[in-house]
C-alpha cells in the first residue's frame, strides 16, 4: 500500500490491536457517496437488522439541530450505547465490526473443527492458525520459550556489524526496531516498486509521546517505565534490573524520537520522498552494516532506495556509536517482548493490555480470546478467510449495486468540477482526466492472495504469528525492482473501512463495510445517500485534498495545477485547518484538535458530502419522496451521514486519536461538515449565528 493511503476510519478495534494498527497504518480514511436511484432489493442487511432506518429514539431533540447537530442526531443513541468494557470507544462502526466478527467466528470454528482438510489448503491453514491461538493451554505451558532463540543472539552480539545483521532478521521476522524498512511504489515512477527506508524504532504511539513536557505526557511516560520493567521482570531480571533497563529503552527511544519527523511534516509527499542510490543511503548512515543488513534480508544488488528522512538516519548514525553495545542489547530485547507479548501466555497479555488498553485507551477489559483469535487470523490470512466470507455474505448483485453507486457519484463530481468558478480550464481538463482514471475496487480482490508458502500448524501459535508476520515481510520485499501489481488490495474483504491510494488511483471499498448503517436495504433513498454515498465521495475526494492533490492521473507526484487554481486551492483547505484548530478535545489541558493533521479526512468529508448531496438532489427530479416521520428527504439525508459516525470514547482514547491520527473526532467530523453546508441550513431552517451555521464557511467543491 502507498505510505499516504487514506483511510474512512482506524477506530473500530479493540485496544488491543489499536497501537499496531497506528504503528502499521501511516494514512487516514475516507468515504463517499453517489448515485441516482437506490434499489430497495440490494442485498446488504441481515433480516435482524432491517426495520427503521433512522430510529427517532436515536435522537436527542432537547437539543437544537442548530446548535449541536452531532447531539441531536445521535444523543439518543449514545445514551442507549454505553462504551463496552472491552473497548476504547464504541459507535456504528464498532457495532458493524463486531457483527462481521461474529461471522467470522463462524466460519473459523468450522475450519478448526474440520481436521480432515487437506494440508495446505488454506481452509485448513485457517483452522489450524485460530486452533493453535485458542489453545490457551498450550499457550500457557511455553510462556516465553518461544522468544528465547532471539533472546541468545541478541546475548552474543559483538559489534555493530553483527547488530545490523540481526536487526535484518528481526526486520525479516516481523519485530521493529532502530527505523523501518519496506517496499513502497516509487511516488514519480507509479509503475515502479523501490525499496523504502523511514524513521522508526518508537513503542510509544508517536513521537510527540517522547518529547511533549506537558503533564499528562510526562505520566504516560512514567507509566511506561514501570510497564516496560514489569515485563523485564516476566522474562527473569530482577526488579533492580528490570527498572534499570527499562529506563534504558525510555533513553534510546527518545533519542530516536526526538530526531524523528513529526505526523504533519509526513503529510507532504515532497518532504518523504529521497531516491538515493545504496551508496548514497550508506553515507548517511556509514556505522550501520548496510551490506550486513540487506544481505540478512535476502535483497540483493544495488537497489533503489527511498529514505523517507534523511536527518532521521544521520542521527541514528551518531546514536549508534554514542550508545554502548549493552544497551542496544536491552533495547533489542524489549523489541522482541513488546511486538510478541500478545501471542504469549497470560502473565504477558495481561501487562502488555495493562499499559496499551488501560493506560493509553483508558480500555477497562481486553477482549475474550475468541475475538482476539479472529482479529489474529484476519491479520494472518486475511483473503483465505476472506474468499469464505464473502461467499457467505457479498452475493455478485451487492457488488453490481454498488459499482453503480459509484459510478453515479463520480458523475456527480465530473459535473461539480465543471462548474467550479475558482478553478481554470487547464487545472479542470487535467482533475477530470484523473477521476476518469480512478480505479474502482469493490467488495473483494479479482485475484486471492497465495498462501501456499506460508507453514501453518497445530504446535504453536507463537510459531504460526511469527511465520505469518514473516510471510508477509518476505512478500512485500519480493515487490522490490518489479513493476506494481495493480490488483492488490491492502485490506481485507470484511474489513469495515475504505481507502483511497494516491499512487494507485483507487478508491476501494471492502465487502465488510457495504451494510447498514452505512447501506441499508431497507432505507429510503435519502438515508442511503447521506451514509454510503457520503463515503463514496469521501474516497473520492481524496483524489483532491491536500495530499492526493499532488499526485496525477497516473499516480506519479506531479504538479498539474496552474499556479493560481493552486493558491486558490490552498486558501481553501487552509480555511478548514483553522476551523479545526478551534475544536476543543480536552478544555482541562487545552487539548484541540490539530487542523495541519486532520485537514486532509476533514476536506474529504466536506467534498464527500457535498457530492452526496448533489447526486440525491438529481435522484428527485420528478418524483420527490415524501417526509417520513415528521422528516424531509433533506434531513433524512443529513441525519443518515450524522448516524454512522453516532458514538463516543474515553478520555484517554480521545487524546491518543487527537495526537495521532489524522481524522477528526467524530463529532467534529459531523458539526464541522454540515456547519460549512447551506444545504443543511436550509434544511433544518437554521439561521445565520446559530452553532451550525458558519459565518466563515469553508468551501471547496
Known amino acids: ?26 494514512g487516514p480514511s475516507h ?26 429514539a436515536n435522537l436527542d431533540k432537547t437539543v437544537s439541530a442548530c446548535v449541536d447537530f452531532n447531539a441531536y442526531a445521535n444523543g ?10 472491552a473497548f476504547p470507544r464504541w459507535g456504528r462502526f464498532n457495532q458493524l465490526s463486531e457483527q462481521n466478527s461474529e461471522r467470522l467466528r463462524e466460519i473459523l470454528d468450522a475450519a478448526a473443527a474440520n481436521h480432515s482438510a487437506a494440508k495446505g489448503t488454506n481452509e485448513r491453514k485457517i483452522g489450524d492458525y485460530y486452533g493453535s491461538c485458542m489453545d490457551e493451554a498450550k499457550i500457557e505451558a511455553e510462556g516465553a520459550k518461544p522468544l528465547q532463540p532471539e533472546f541468545e543472539r541478541i546475548e552474543n552480539l559483538k559489534d555493530l556489524r553483527a547488530l545490523s545483521t540481526l536487526v535484518a532478521r528481526f526486520h525479516l521476522n516481523g519485530v521493529g526496531g532502530l527505523f523501518n524498512f519496506g517496499a513502497a511504489q516509487d ?5 515502479q516498486v523501490i525499496a523504502n527506508a523511514s524513521q522508526g524504532g518508537l513503542s510509544l504511539p508517536d513521537r510527540d509521546y517522547y518529547t511533549k513536557t506537558d ?10 517505565v514501570k510497564h516496560g520493567a514489569k515485563m523485564f521482570e516476566l522474562l527473569g531480571e530482577t526488579p533492580e534490573k528490570a527498572a534499570a533497563s527499562a529506563q534504558t529503552v525510555l533513553k534510546i527511544e527518545t533519542k530516536l524520537a526526538e530526531s524523528s519527523m513529526t505526523r504533519v511534516d509526513r503529510r507532504d509527499p515532497n518532504k518523504i520522498y529521497h531516491k538515493m542510490t545504496l551508496a548514497e543511503a550508506k553515507a548517511l548512515a556509514p556505522h550501520f552494516g548496510w551490506d550486513e543488513y540487506f544481505q540478512g534480508i535476502g535483497l540483493r544488488g544495488t537497489p533503489d532506495i527511498n529514505v523517507g528522512q534523511p536527518e532521521f538516519f544521520k542521527a541514528l548514525d551518531q546514536h549508534l556509536t554514542a550508545i554502548p553495545l549493552a544497551d542496544w542489547k536491552t533495547y533489542l530485547r524489549w523489541r522482541v517482548v513488546d511486538s510478541g507479548a500478545s501471542s504469549l501466555s497470560a502473565k504477558f497479555v495481561e501487562e502488555d493490555f495493562n499499559f496499551k488498553g488501560r493506560i493509553l485507551t483508558g480500555t477497562k ?5 475468541w475475538k482476539r483469535c479472529v482479529q489474529s487470523t484476519d491479520r494472518a490470512l486475511g483473503e483465505a478467510v476472506g474468499q469464505v466470507y464473502v461467499q457467505k455474505n457479498f452475493p455478485p448483485a451487492a457488488k453490481e449495486r454498488m459499482m453503480t453507486l459509484v459510478k453515479n457519484l463520480i458523475a456527480a463530481l465530473r459535473e461539480d468540477i465543471g462548474t467550479l468558478s475558482w478553478m481554470s480550464q487547464a487545472t479542470r481538463q487535467q482533475a477530470t482526466a484523473k477521476l476518469e482514471a480512478f480505479a474502482r475496487k469493490i467488495g473483494y480482490p479479482e485475484t486471492w492472495r497465495d498462501y501456499s508458502k506460508l507453514v501453518v500448524d497445530r504446535d504453536s501459535f507463537v510459531n504460526n504469528a511469527m511465520r505469518a508476520r514473516a510471510f508477509e515481510v518476505n512478500r512485500v520485499l519480493n515487490k522490490i525492482g518489479k513493476p506494481v501489481d495493480r490488483t492488490e488490495w491492502a485490506m481485507t474483504p470484511p474489513t469495515v473501512n475504505a481507502y ?25 433513498d435519502a438515508v442511503n445517500y447521506g451514509a454510503i454515498g457520503a463515503v463514496i465521495g469521501h474516497e473520492m475526494t481524496h483524489g483532491f485534498d491536500d495530499q492526493g492533490a499532488q499526485f496525477d492521473a497516473e499516480g506519479n507526484l506531479k504538479n498539474w495545477w496552474t499556479d493560481a487554481d493552486s493558491k486558490n486551492f490552498k486558501e481553501r483547505t487552509e480555511c478548514i485547518v483553522k476551523q479545526f484548530d478551534a475544536y476543543v478535545v480536552d478544555p482541562k489541558d487545552n487539548l484541540r484538535q490539530n487542523g495541519k493533521l486532520v485537514v486532509g479526512e476533514a476536506v474529504a468529508d466536506l467534498g464527500g458530502l457535498t457530492i452526496a448531496y448533489a447526486a440525491f438532489q438529481k435522484s428527485m427530479e420528478g418524483k420527490r419522496p415524501a417526509s417520513i416521520d415528521g422528516f ?22 480521545e487524546r491518543l486519536q487527537t495526537l495521532t491520527d489524522p481524522h477528526p473526532l467524530p463529532r467534529f467530523r459531523v458539526n464541522g461538515t454540515v456547519s460549512n453546508m447551506p444545504q443543511f441550513a436550509q434544511a433544518f431552517n437554521c439561521k445565520p449565528g446559530d452553532p451550525m451555521v458558519r459565518a466563515d464557511r469553508c468551501q471547496i467543491w
Not at 41 to 56: I, Y
Not at 76 to 85: F, L, S, T, V
Not at 215 to 224: A, G, L, T, V
Not at 365 to 369: F, Q, S, V
Open 215 to 224: 503533564e499528562k505526557s510526562k505520566q504516560i511516560r512514567d507509566e511506561y
Open 76 to 85: 439518543g443513541w449514545i445514551a442507549k450505547n454505553p462504551i463496552p468494557a
Open 500 to 524: 483511497y491510494n494516491p499512487s494507485m488511483n483507487e478508491i476501494v471499498f471492502p465487502a465488510g463495510i457495504l451494510q447498514a448503517p452505512f447501506f441499508d436495504a431497507s432505507a429510503d
Open 365 to 369: 477489559e481486553n477482549l475474550p480470546r
Open 632 to 653: 424531509t428527504p433533506e434531513q433524512r439525508f443529513f441525519l443518515g451521514f450524522a448516524q454512522v459516525w453516532a458514538g463516543s470514547a474515553r478520555p484517554e482514547f
Open 187 to 191: 511516488f514519480k515512477n507509479s509503475t
Open 31 to 56: 468515504a463517499s457517496v453517489a448515485e441516482n436511484e437506490i434499489d430497495s432489493s440490494a442485498l446488504f442487511v441481515d433480516a435482524q437488522q432491517k426495520g427503521r432506518a433512522l430510529d427517532p
Open 1 to 26: 500500500m502507498s505510505l499516504l493511503s487514506r483511510r474512512l476510519c482506524v477506530v473500530v478495534l479493540s485496544s488491543f490491536v489499536v497501537l499496531a494498527l497506528i504503528a502499521r497504518v501511516d
